[in-house]
């Protein structure tokens, strides 16, 4: 496997990011269900708490990425060296 660098660039939301807001919003939602439950000690779920929490966790993650400066990213293959990796990071910057 090969060194592979990915860059996220302000102002720009890439699949990553997209993906890793949905796992945001989602864990924000069970985290909701889990305290709810907690709270009141029943099993009623009120779904437009739920729903409007899973929004602001991931709306705000997203937010978060897209005012976000520069920035690269290197994912370092089993066979990369470091070396390889901090020349292929300086070719893109």
């Not at 705000?60 to 897209?66: A, L």
Request: charge should be positive.
């Amino acid at each position: 496997m090969e060194t592979k660098v990915v860059t996220s660039k302000q102002f720009q939301i890439n699949g990553r990011d997209f993906l890793q807001g949905l796992l945001v919003s989602v864990l924000g939602s069970v985290l909701t269900v889990i305290l709810d439950i907690l709270n009141s000690s029943s099993m009623d779920f009120n779904w437009k708490k739920i729903s409007i929490a899973a929004i602001a966790a991931g709306g705000g993650y997203i937010m978060k990425n897209f005012l976000a400066k520069d920035k690269v990213i290197a994912i370092v293959g089993n066979d990369a060296s470091l070396e390889e990796t901090k020349k292929e990071i300086k070719s893109v910057v």
